[in-house]
């Protein structure tokens, strides 16, 4: 007997706006990543409102999913994925969030691509809204601040719902909604970014409509997680967290305490209402503390206990120390902030290196919910090299992917029910923090640069070979 479960779904992640591309092809409208222009490391993206000539727009292209897709999907099939997490992309169903009828050829792609991968027995994963919001909707209504978008949202989930319950059983309403929690969230989650031409890293952060959007966010999740379980008893429902392990830097009691208050808003105000069906008992001193008043409507609170989710997935990548000292001024990576912590190295980007701290995220996370998890984001962004003869040798990638697996074999045996994995990235697309290219996490190569150059030819990485026997062997092989 091994350690993952028989049924455990190995596979990867990927997201529409980081890998379709094909942004206007065929009807499809502009969504809010088609507005973002690429970045670096160092130099932060940049939000436009109007889409301008001279500038690039990553994902406008991606790595063109679109017209590679019986390629991709017959990789991925040589892997042995079980199963393969992405997005639909609203604006392809609905080019403004807006029509009235859903747009039949956006629909008949995503038939194509289920088709193609039920016919190779991989089950589809399909997040519903992964940062790819509607830009007339943030035009008209500033993003998820209007209440009127979660009727537009729901419109759109069920449609797509109706259309392919007998082709998806899995299903995650929002993509890192926590991301809502944080600044950056405006750009990636909430769409309060109305009118907002400048860098992602300087949107004016205006909390009260972030949190508001947030709570219209879950009272759309809890109507779709409903409606589905009323309609569909096949399909499973999941929520999606950005999940990130905080370390108190030391001892002292005020870094412990502040470290307690990210964990709490950052990594479980989201899951408490998507999973207990209400808001945690800290909330409410959290907005007092915040000057923040959500506008609730009669019955929501109701519904949020109603539409709650059937297992609880999230992304890991790293984790971070939290310190009230100020002469700590050290951050970890680009995307979330905190300070380093000494005993671990980083990735390229800053991203702190941690497969110890998937354990513990797993086991706090079980200790919590008690139900079914997922890890459905892991990997590592890195440089990688292309040799002479077409190979990239990226053990550095297949160190990380190991050691993540080991702490997932270990948080097993403590006693926590996993079910699968899709390590993110698992073909080359495009960064959704930095808009690079050259931030790759993939088994297989795609030929496509930062500036915009690459035939998009797809090549297997050393990696693909390794994954491969992990999945043949169940998890059991990870040399
Ligand atoms: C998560 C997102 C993904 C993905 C990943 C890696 O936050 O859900 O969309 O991109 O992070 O981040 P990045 O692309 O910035 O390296």
């Given amino acids: ?36 222009t690429n970045g670096t490391h160092t130099t932060p993206k940049w939000v436009t409102v109007k889409i301008e000539k001279d500038r690039l727009y990553p994902s406008q292209e991606a790595t063109d999913f679109y ?25 392809r169903i609905f080019p403004t969030g807006m029509e009235d009828e859903p747009n039949e050829k956006g629909l008949e792609f995503y038939d194509n691509v289920f088709d193609e991968l039920n016919a190779k027995g991989i089950e589809p994963l399909v997040t519903l809204s992964h940062y790819e919001m509607p830009y007339a909707l943030v035009e008209k209504y500033n993003g998820w601040e209007d209440r009127k978008v979660i009727d537009l949202f729901f ?105 307690q208050k ?32 959500i506008d609730m409507k009669h019955g929501d609170l109701e519904l949020l206990k109603e539409g709650t989710v059937d297992f609880y997935t999230f992304s890991y990548y790293m984790s971070n120390c939290v310190s009230t000292d100020p002469t700590q001024t050290g951050t970890a990576g680009n995307i979330m902030g905190g300070v380093k912590n000494p005993y ?14 998937l354990r513990i995220a797993l086991n706090e996370l079980y200790a919590r919910y008690g139900i079914p998890l997922m890890v459905v984001e892991n990997g590592l962004g890195a440089f990688d090299k292309k040799e002479k003869d077409g190979t990239v040798n990226d053990d550095y990638r297949i160190d990380y992917l190991r050691e993540h697996i080991e702490q997932m ?23 959704a923090s930095t808009g690079e290219m050259a931030k790759r996490y993939g088994f297989i190569y795609v030929d496509k640069y930062d500036d915009g150059t690459g035939d998009l030819s797809r090549s297997r990485k050393k990696s693909f070979d390794w994954y491969k026997k992990v999945i043949a062997s169940n998890g059991e092989d990870l040399k």
């Fill in 1 to 36: 007997m091994g350690v993952f479960r028989d049924d455990f779904l190995w596979g990867g992640a990927t997201a529409a706006n980081q890998y379709e591309g094909a942004w206007d092809a065929d009807g499809k409208g502009e969504s809010v990543p088609d507005h973002c």
């Fill in 67 to 91: 017209h590679h897709y019986k390629e991709d999907i017959a990789l991925f099939a040589e892997m042995g994925f079980r199963v393969f997490r992405l997005s639909i992309n609203w604006t």
């Fill in 155 to 259: 419109k759109y989930a069920v449609t797509v719902l109706k259309r392919y319950n007998k082709k998806v059983k899995y299903w995650l309403t929002f993509n890192e909604i926590n991301c809502g929690t944080m600044a950056l969230g405006a750009v990636l989650g909430t769409g309060t970014i109305k009118g907002y031409n400048g860098p992602m890293d300087k949107v004016p952060d205006d909390k009260q409509a972030r949190f508001q959007a947030l709570h219209h966010q879950f009272v759309a999740s809890a109507l779709v997680v409903k409606y589905a379980h009323e309609h569909f008893p096949d399909v499973m429902m999941g929520n999606m967290i950005a999940y990130m392990e905080n370390y108190p830097l030391t001892p002292n009691p005020d870094d412990v305490r502040e470290c």
């Fill in 262 to 293: 990210i964990m709490e808003i950052m990594n479980y105000y989201c899951g408490d209402v998507q999973v207990r069906g209400e808001y945690p008992y800290f909330a409410e001193r959290y907005w007092e503390d915040n000057d923040i008043h």
């Fill in 344 to 357: 671990l190295k980083s990735s390229d980007w800053g991203w702190q290196i941690d497969p110890k701290g």
């Fill in 409 to 431: 074999r270990e948080a097993v045996k403590d006693g926590v029910d996993l079910m699968g994995y899709t390590p993110w990235g698992c073909i080359d697309l495009v960064s």
